[in-house]
């Protein structure tokens, strides 16, 4: 059964557990159950799906900590790797203001809004711990102690409880910090660094193992999503989503193509290649859990040199988010002001094309739209009771904000790679396998 199940390509798994998740949401649905007191489908979908996503963001912190470690070390070794670097932060930028750009224009197409019928008394102001501000961005980089975790206490039953939580972008400061000095102790850290690849093999190989189950995460987030917030939510909030969507689907099918043509590279390849990282950006929800599969695109499909994939990808997964950072927070801004009937300007305008491409490094601390949305509205000056709105829907978007995130990461190296004459361009136009990576491969391919 299971040496049967691994000969389906991965792809196929998770379509069909798209399928599945939407069918079992609906079924749940129909035998009733609240919020409160959820039937045993529903509990059952809600358990297999914030399983999945715990077993994400438990592999998270090792992978920030080792990936920034061993990619500032790989850099080392690179003859340019100030310009390298310096042109992934400008393609990161122009990427970003495009897709902020298609955003602004959009919102003003949909006028999603206007006339929206979203009950208000729902909506709640998020708490301060969910908030973006520059202040807090910038405090936040500061980190509170080695491990960047943060503790919450609150009540519950009448007890106090205490839960951990890892601020991610602590942790990219410490990796960072790390990384630079054990370059410069030279010799004496190469025992460290030699150390620090070998754990970073390890901790992908065990985030391969939770990646085999997306398939099945796939089922139960999808599912769960569905049973919670039905149709009667997601149409009251249509409008809004289909804009964010079409924004989306311009970046990727249009953004991505459009440059990639114009540095003589095939758009039709470009898909292909980047098929297995946005698939499992879509049904994963997450960057960085994503992130080996993104590199691996890189490397393999698109021809970027390891050394530079190493260094690129982990960094785009923390910053580089069209999704998330440029088309969300936007067109969301456009509809928080025309719900409330708050007028932007055009200084407004261009405070949030500024939080976008400036900005979407905060989006590292916690849960990265919410954010980077609080960020953009306190800058611009909206009310924050918005955000509220707009949670219901908020996993049904994160599932294309995240695909379009990962699909950015694995491009823009690429980009960089072809403008400095360092990609192996006949990797790029090769054919895919069907796991969907360049054959013959030394990896295994991506099956579950």
């Known amino acids: 059964m299971l040496s049967a199940l691994r000969r389906i390509p991965f792809a196929v798994q998770v379509l069909a557990a798209l399928v599945f998740g939407v069918l079992l949401g609906i079924l749940a649905r129909q035998l009733g159950g609240t919020a409160q007191d959820p039937n045993w489908l529903a509990l059952t979908l809600d358990t297999i799906g914030s399983t999945f996503v715990t077993l994400l963001r438990t592999i998270v912190p090792p992978l920030i900590v080792l990936a920034v470690i061993s990619s500032i070390a790989n850099l080392r070794n690179t003859a340019n790797a100030a310009r390298l670097a310096g042109q992934t932060l400008l393609w990161f930028a122009v990427t970003a203001l495009i897709a902020v750009g298609i955003g602004i224009a959009l919102g003003q197409l949909f006028q999603p809004g206007v006339n929206s019928d979203v009950d208000t008394g729902a909506a709640q102001a998020p708490d301060a711990g969910s908030q973006g501000s520059w202040l807090a961005f910038l405090e936040s980089l500061v980190p509170v102690n080695f491990l960047g975790l943060t503790a919450d206490t609150s009540e519950e039953a009448g007890s106090l409880a205490t839960s951990l939580d890892f601020n991610a972008l602590q942790l990219i400061v410490i990796a960072i910090a790390i990384g630079i000095a054990a370059v410069r102790v030279g010799s004496a850290a190469e025992p460290f660094l030699a150390f620090t690849r070998s754990a970073l093999t390890v901790v992908l190989k065990v985030l391969w193992w939770v990646i085999r189950l997306a398939p099945l995460g796939t089922v139960g987030l999808l599912g769960n999503?569905?049973?919670?917030?039905?149709?009667?939510?997601?149409?009251?909030?249509?409008?809004?989503?289909?804009?964010?969507?079409?924004?989306?689907?311009?970046?990727?099918?249009?953004?991505?193509?459009?440059?990639?043509?114009?540095?003589?590279?095939?758009?039709?390849?470009?898909?292909?290649?980047?098929?297995?990282?946005?698939?499992?950006?879509?049904?994963?929800?997450?960057?960085?859990?994503?992130?080996?599969?993104?590199?691996?695109?890189?490397?393999?499909?698109?021809?970027?040199?390891?050394?530079?994939?190493?260094?690129?990808?982990?960094?785009?997964?923390?910053?580089?988010?069209?999704?998330?950072?440029?088309?969300?927070?936007?067109?969301?801004?456009?509809?928080?002001?025309?719900?409330?009937g708050v007028p932007l300007g055009l200084t407004d305008y261009l405070l949030i094309v500024f939080v976008s491409v400036i900005g979407s490094a905060a989006t590292a601390g916690t849960t990265g739209a919410t954010v980077m949305l609080t960020l953009t509205l306190s800058t611009v000056g909206l009310p924050l009771e918005g955000v509220g709105l707009l949670l219901a829907v908020d996993p049904i978007l994160d599932m294309g904000r995240t695909a379009v995130n990962v699909a950015g990461q694995a491009f823009v190296p690429a980009l960089v790679a072809k403008r400095e004459r360092i990609m192996d361009v006949a990797r790029f136009h090769a054919p895919r396998g069907l796991g969907g990576f360049v054959a013959p491969d030394s990896g295994e391919e991506l099956r579950a």
Request: glycine share 10%; aromatic share 16%; proline share 6%.
């Open 225 to 340: 999503a569905v049973y919670s917030y039905g149709w009667t939510t997601v149409g009251a909030l249509g409008r809004f989503a289909l804009a964010i969507y079409v924004g989306l689907a311009l970046v990727l099918f249009v953004v991505y193509p459009v440059l990639a043509r114009l540095h003589g590279l095939s758009p039709l390849k470009f898909f292909t290649g980047v098929w297995p990282a946005v698939q499992l950006g879509f049904v994963s929800r997450s960057s960085m859990g994503t992130m080996p599969v993104t590199e691996r695109v890189a490397e393999t499909n698109f021809g970027v040199p390891r050394h530079y994939a190493s260094f690129a990808v982990p960094f785009g997964a923390t910053t580089k988010m069209d999704g998330c950072a440029a088309i969300y927070p936007a067109i969301a801004a456009i509809f928080v002001s025309q719900f409330y």
